[in-house]
């Protein structure tokens, strides 16, 4: 590593050969482009915590990152991490399901067209933004539909072949649709967009382009189209049923956070069950590929090791940065008021709501809306309904009683939620004034 360390600015990324200096010492991000074996999943582990302070994450977008490290051990875990050989993801993100070509429901595997956009990428002369990011979304189990995307392509199946729907900016529902793309042009339309950004200044994002200022030989490569979102479905929790005979167990870690101790023993399960491959995969989860019996017992190691198996556990409801004291810019401790959270406020999870707890007012760990958003802030913590963080909040806290607020959102839910109705819709119903009184 040749660049001094940077304390990165919001629009940066921890990647594993510049890191980003947090409240607990500087985060190396280990972005791998394929599933892993456990013994290397292990050795990562291994290095978490031989270098860092033991404690690992897998972010909201499936990436594996090592907290805790100093400049110098940030150093040698980049050397260590290379010297492991791993599938890891260099330059621009790539990002498409992590049950690549294994998904029964994938309209296509997304992995020839996504090493071409890679390779195209490569061959951009001008400087791209560091956060920018292609998603190639093919409609299988595990969607990335929620995930912000700087160029989006979205497999659309039509009678004469297969079409992308093309985005720029937002999610799924809130970017731009440009239009729709023919398979094989899909990958040059990419390319052509990544060198239109790169001419627009090394900051310059998806959102930012103008669709009618695009170079005619790219919009000549687009045609209308159909451009409704279906729902996403929620990924599926445990154990589910893949191609080739195959199965997989998707399990996801509490806060997005594990002790590298624990990860170690996952996966020394995970190889004596006979799994065949893991990998961190969105919405802070891990995916086991293997055969139906060695899913099974590594789903039992996961339980054990407390880690989340099936859906509707309230834990898999509330995202969590690291928090106090974990975070130096926290005013708030997220982990342990999530876990209250879960305890005390039982009736508001269930599945309908999304609980997100942040340190402060950045919102790392949920960056899009919430139905429930606190934040810490000096002095305050700001209680934001159906919004982000920076949101105007419903009402300024006070300092540790946060936990009482959400028993009174679930005492809320006791008395006033209609028979079929979800937590989220009653909340609605009720809406801010209502909420704000149950508050007081
Ligand atoms: S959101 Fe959380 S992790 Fe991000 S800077 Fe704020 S306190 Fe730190």
């Not at 309230?314 to 130096?328: T, V």
């Not at 936990?403 to 028979?419: V, Y």
Request: include cysteine.
């Amino acid at each position: 590593m040749t660049e001094p360390l940077p304390s990165m600015a919001r629009g940066a990324c921890p990647a594993l050969a510049r890191p980003m200096l947090t409240g607990d010492g500087y985060l190396s991000r280990v972005a791998l482009q394929a599933a892993i074996g456990p013994a290397a999943l292990a050795g990562l582990a291994a290095l978490a915590l031989r270098h860092g302070n033991g404690i690992l994450d897998i972010s909201a977008r499936g990436n594996l990152q090592i907290r805790g490290l100093t400049e110098a051990s940030a150093a040698a875990l980049e050397a260590d991490v290379r010297a492991l050989d791993l599938p890891l993801r260099e330059g621009l993100a790539v990002e498409w399901t992590p049950l690549a070509g294994l998904d029964p429901a994938e309209a296509v595997d997304p992995r020839p067209l996504g090493a071409t956009i890679i390779a195209a990428a490569r061959a951009v002369q001008g400087e791209l933004a560091p956060k920018l990011s292609v998603v190639i979304e093919t409609g299988g189990l595990i969607r990335l539909d929620h995930l912000l995307a700087d160029i989006r392509l979205v497999a659309a199946p039509t009678a004469d072949g297969l079409r992308w729907r093309v985005l720029l900016g937002g999610t799924a529902k809130t970017g731009t649709t440009l239009g729709l793309v023919a398979d094989g042009d899909a990958a040059e339309l990419v390319g052509g967009l990544l060198v239109h950004l790169s001419t627009q200044g090394p900051r310059a994002r998806g959102r930012d382009l103008e669709p009618a200022n695009l170079p005619a030989s790219l919009l000549a490569l687009l045609s209308s189209g159909e451009s409704t979102v279906a729902e996403s479905p929620a990924p599926p929790f445990g154990i589910f049923a893949l191609t080739a005979g195959l199965h997989a167990l998707r399990v996801a870690l509490p806060f997005g956070q594990m002790r590298a101790e624990d990860l170690a023993a996952l996966t020394a399960q995970a190889a004596r069950a006979g799994i065949l491959s893991l990998k961190p995969a969105p919405d802070h989860a891990l995916i086991a590929v293997g055969s139906r019996t060695a899913c099974e017992a590594l789903e039992l190691a996961a339980r054990a090791a407390h880690l989340l198996v099936r859906a509707g556990e309230p834990l898999a409801e509330i995202a969590a940065c690291p928090g106090a004291p974990a975070c130096r810019s926290a005013r708030l401790e997220t982990h342990s008021l999530g876990r209250l959270a879960a305890e005390q406020a039982p009736l508001l999870f269930d599945g309908s709501v999304r609980l997100h707890l942040s340190g402060c007012q950045k919102g790392c760990a949920h960056p899009t809306p919430s139905t429930l958003a606190f934040a810490g802030t000096e002095g305050a913590t700001h209680l934001v309904f159906e919004g982000k963080t920076t949101d105007t909040p419903l009402k300024r806290l006070a300092p540790r009683t946060e936990a009482a607020a959400l028993s009174a959102l679930s005492e809320l839910m006791r008395l006033e939620r209609r028979p079929g109705e979800t937590s989220r819709d009653c909340l609605l119903r009720l809406g801010p004034r209502r909420i704000e009184a149950a508050l007081a």
